[in-house]
């Protein structure tokens, strides 16, 4: 009895540590992704480029939304969303859609390196 608990919190271990190396895997892939995708339009900090400063996105929207607008920003204009018109409205152009964000990988690294570039204003 004893051992199967020490293997189940074994088990675990090993899984959370690798969900850890798979979350900072993520942010390095997100970072190339940005670069080579996004930074065109937008910076790291609060500066407005063509599209606003990445800085303390993650707070101004939920994972769900920052997700949905990365696949597919004219979608999420034409539902009606509230948050994506007021964007819409104050920049001159809009965010294309960007073909490699239609996989989910690339759209979760992107937010875990976003998540990471916020934590600068946690400091
Ligand atoms: C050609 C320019 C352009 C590119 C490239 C671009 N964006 Fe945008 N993005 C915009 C603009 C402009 C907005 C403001 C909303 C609008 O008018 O479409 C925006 C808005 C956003 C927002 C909401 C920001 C906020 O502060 O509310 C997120 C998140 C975002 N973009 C993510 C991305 C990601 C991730 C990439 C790269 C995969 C990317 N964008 C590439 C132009 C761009």
């Known amino acids: 009895m004893r051992c199967q608990k020490m293997f189940a919190l074994t088990v675990m271990a090993v899984m959370s540590m690798a969900s850890i190396a798979n979350a900072e895997e993520g942010v390095e892939e997100g970072h190339q992704l940005y670069v080579k995708y996004c930074s065109g ?44 018109i007021k964007l819409k409205e104050k920049y001159k152009i809009t965010m294309p859609t960007i073909k490699v964000m239609a996989d ?17 204003l946690a400091q």
């Open 104 to 120: 989910e990988k690339p759209r979760r690294e992107i937010i875990e390196f976003l998540k990471e570039n916020d934590k600068n």
């Open 41 to 84: 339009c937008h910076k790291l900090t609060d500066q407005t480029s063509k599209g606003p400063g990445f800085l303390g996105v993650t707070g101004r929207h939920s994972e769900a939304w920052i997700e949905k607008w990365i696949q597919n920003p004219k979608a999420v204009i034409e539902s009606g969303d509230p948050d994506a």
